[in-house]
């Protein structure tokens, strides 16, 4: 149980490695959301103003950072957010898509059960 924290952000940045890194080569195919559905007006959204560009750049970094091992905190707060998104995009968008959700959000509260210093920074009152 140690180690477990250490597992889920070893996962954590591998998917968002992957992820991240198919969003250029498209090395996995990506169904796209169903034609005039609120999911696929967001995601023209963000591919049309380039957002999504700086969403796949972040998460790449925070995958290494987690990988590596270096500014964890830092990439669980971008990555987290990140995760967020996703879960809300799946739940009011696209009203599917759970289990991908539900293991994100496992692997990002396992992996910051490992850094409970940076959880409880979060949270000071002062």
């Known amino acids: 149980m140690k180690h477990l924290p250490t597992i889920a952000r070893y996962l954590l940045g591998i998917l968002f490695l992957v992820f991240g890194l198919n969003f250029w080569l498209g090395f996995l ?18 591919y049309g103003s380039g957002f999504l560009t700086v969403v796949k750049v972040l998460e790449v970094l925070g995958a290494v950072l987690l990988l590596y091992g270096r500014f ?52 000071a009152r002062k």
């Open 29 to 46: 195919p990506v169904p796209p959301p169903a034609e005039g559905s609120p999911a696929a007006a967001f995601i023209g959204a963000l």
């Open 72 to 123: 964890v905190n830092l990439a669980l707060a971008w990555l987290g957010s990140i995760v967020v998104v996703i879960g809300l995009y799946h739940v009011f968008l696209v009203k599917g898509g759970y289990p991908m959700v539900l293991v994100l959000g496992a692997l990002s509260l396992t992996a910051l059960a490992g850094r409970r210093d940076f959880v409880d920074a979060l949270l």
